[in-house]
């Protein structure tokens, strides 16, 4: 099993930044790929970003590309999402997860799940 915590959600303004944070635990070598999604109410979980955890691959949603950046310490086992010029149509619960498939970005390819950090941009 893989155990993943996220952290760094909370209250931006528009324009703003925040970096999240996903602490991995467990088998994290059976995961290939980390990912960040994100969901509001009432929709579908959205993929944002995603990365092999030798870093050398990464992928993005085209609504958050140029602004955010995903990057991975597999030594201390932690992924990280740093967004820039947010805007209130990211605001969100943003998860991490963890995929035993290279370069999964759909959320039915991933099969742990952290509990979720609330992002929320004030306009």
């Known amino acids: 099993q893989v155990q993943l915590v996220e952290s760094g959600g909370g209250l931006v303004q528009a324009g703003g930044s925040l970096r999240l944070s996903c602490a991995a635990s467990?088998?994290?070598?059976?995961?290939?790929?980390m990912g960040w999604f994100r969901q509001n109410p009432g929709k579908e979980r959205e993929f944002v970003a995603a990365?092999?955890?030798?870093?050398?691959?990464?992928y993005y949603a085209s609504s958050v590309k140029d602004r955010f950046t995903i990057s991975s310490d597999n030594v201390e086992n932690m992924v990280y999402l740093q967004m820039n010029s947010l805007k209130p149509e990211d605001a969100a619960v943003y998860y991490c997860?963890?995929?035993?498939?290279?370069?999964?970005?759909?959320?039915?390819?991933?099969?742990?799940w952290g509990q979720g950090t609330q992002v929320t941009v004030s306009s």
């Open positions: 997860a963890g995929s035993i498939l290279f370069g999964a970005t759909s959320p039915r390819r991933y099969a742990y």
């Open positions: 467990g088998r994290t070598f059976s995961t290939y790929t």
């Open positions: 990365i092999s955890w030798s870093g050398g691959s990464t």
